[in-house]
């Protein structure tokens, strides 16, 4: 049974780019959550999709969107970046909308320069 | 609001002995509450969950945590340390509102030989 995954693993990008960070959420799930997580904070909550829209949303700008798939997959998009953007972008995914147990993939880290 | 507060950085233990990781929160209503490992350079891994019941809970890695309401406290307990417990560990609250997590920012265990 294939957990979370998330791709790519390792991203350098320089100010003012945009990234594109993908998610495949693990069997039987059909809930993604994306997460940021600074060095040495816990994880801060982005938006989660659900339904192939956007349940609930953190505290981040709009520069930081989502899009979910028909297959339950997910990407997150990030424009003009900035050096606070550098970080591990950790996805989750869980069983519906409500779902109580979110398990996390791998995550991307992001280095923007 | 809800919040998460882990009041240790760090807390170090030798192999063999029990260990407690401390964590208190903040939340309007009924609390959902979890425990996460995180490795070097990898994702949060589950551990266990309070939702309802016995307040003593038992999860992975024969890690278990004890629910106070009175104290709103979660703490995270294994009768005797192994040196691959290593790792940071994180709580994290929800609530029936939303069902997305809060984090606190983590508590470093380390488990000396």
């Known amino acids: 049974d294939a957990g979370v995954t998330q791709s790519p693993t390792h991203l350098i990008k320089t100010r003012g780019q945009q990234v594109t960070l993908r998610c495949s959420p693990k069997?039987?799930?059909?809930?993604v959550s994306w997460y940021q997580q600074a060095l040495g904070q816990g994880p801060q909550f982005i938006f989660q999709?659900?339904?192939?829209?956007?349940?609930q949303r953190g505290n981040f700008p709009d520069r930081f969107s989502g899009h979910q798939f028909p297959n339950y997959s997910s990407e997150l998009n990030v424009n003009a970046l900035l050096l606070g953007d550098s970080a591990l972008y950790l996805c989750?995914?869980?069983?519906?909308?409500?779902?109580?147990?979110?398990?996390f993939g791998p995550g991307t880290r992001l280095t923007v320069l | 609001a809800q919040s998460v507060a882990q009041p240790e950085d760090q807390v170090n233990v030798a192999e063999g002995n029990p260990l407690t990781v401390k964590c208190t929160y903040s939340?309007?209503?009924?609390?959902?509450l979890f425990w996460y490992v995180q490795y070097p350079n990898r994702g949060l891994q589950f551990l266990l969950k309070?939702?309802?019941?016995?307040?003593l809970v038992k999860g992975s890695y024969g890690f278990e945590a004890e629910f106070n309401k009175s104290q709103t406290s979660f703490h995270l307990k294994k009768p005797s340390a192994l040196v691959s417990d290593s790792a940071l560990y994180f709580c994290?609250?929800?609530?029936?509102?939303?069902?997305?997590?809060?984090f606190g920012r983590g508590t470093s265990l380390i488990v000396h030989p």
């Open positions: 999709y659900y339904e192939e829209e956007e349940r």
């Open positions: 309070y939702i309802t019941g016995d307040n």
């Open positions: 994290a609250v929800s609530s029936g509102g939303s069902y997305i997590p809060t």
């Open positions: 939340v309007s209503g009924n609390p959902y």
């Open positions: 069997s039987g799930h059909d809930t």
């Open positions: 989750a995914s869980s069983q519906g909308s409500r779902g109580d147990t979110q398990y």
